[in-house]
């Protein structure tokens, strides 16, 4: 069946760690890719997508994703975590411009101050 | 970027009545929105997706009599929970589409429903 996987349930970080949040994919051919991210109390917000062109993407508040086509990967990082980055994490796929998108079960993200 | 608004944010309501839920994007014309239902600790499962002036499309397992959804305009589209159950209680978020060169969808805040 096609899904995305985030293999990570509940991540605790210390302020200034870094941090890389895993995201596989099971489907062929051609994909856009996002991130979004869910502070407490807070909707869902987008922090970065990929279309195409440079496989490494940078979005809001630091994080950067890489695309990584052999691997079926996109995995979230940031050089330094802030506290104020606690949230719960969601990689989605879609194909196509048409294309609902399919998330992942989510990161909950813990950073200790 | 782009603001989709969702109202009522919270709802309790009684066994067998009726609930609506409304989804707005306030500064974009949506031809597309998705309704979306989180289960606590799970990822957003999607329930349908709604296009501007035509019948919406529903995911397997979805009942389409129970959870009416209507598009009515580019900026609105609502969800109406009928006969609701307290098993039809969760967190029940929209998106819209935004429809440009890169379409990307932007999510509302959530309605948390309660079915007493």
């Known amino acids: 069946a096609q899904s995305v996987s985030q293999h990570n349930h509940h991540v605790i970080l210390s302020e200034a760690a870094s941090l890389e949040l895993g995201c596989n994919y099971s489907?062929?051919?051609?994909?856009?890719l996002f991130w979004y991210v869910q502070y407490p109390g807070q909707h869902l917000q987008l922090l970065l997508k990929y279309f195409s062109g440079d496989p490494l993407v940078k979005g809001i508040k630091g994080f950067e994703a890489e695309f990584i086509k052999s691997k079926f990967s996109f995995n979230l990082r940031k050089p330094s975590v802030q506290w104020s980055d606690t949230a719960e994490y969601f990689c989605?796929?879609?194909?196509?411009?048409?294309?609902?998108?399919?998330f992942g079960k989510g990161t909950k993200l813990s950073v200790k101050p | 970027g782009a603001v989709v608004s969702q109202h009522p944010s919270r709802v309790i309501c009684k066994s067998g009545t009726s609930v609506k839920i409304e989804c707005r994007s306030l500064?974009?014309?949506?031809?597309?929105m998705f309704w979306y239902r989180q289960f606590p600790k799970q990822s957003l499962m999607l329930m349908a997706t709604s296009n501007e002036g035509s019948k919406a499309t529903y995911e397997q397992g979805v009942e389409k009599d129970k959870f009416l959804i209507n598009h009515a305009s580019l900026t609105l589209s609502t969800l109406t929970v009928t006969s609701a159950h307290p098993e039809d209680s969760s967190f029940y978020i929209c998106?819209?589409?935004?429809?440009?060169?890169?379409?990307?969808?932007?999510f509302g805040p959530g309605t948390r429903l309660l079915v007493l």
């Open positions: 500064d974009f014309q949506a031809t597309t």
């Open positions: 489907y062929g051919g051609t994909v856009n």
């Open positions: 998106s819209a589409r935004d429809g440009g060169l890169q379409e990307t969808q932007y």
């Open positions: 989605a796929v879609s194909r196509g411009s048409q294309g609902n998108l399919i």
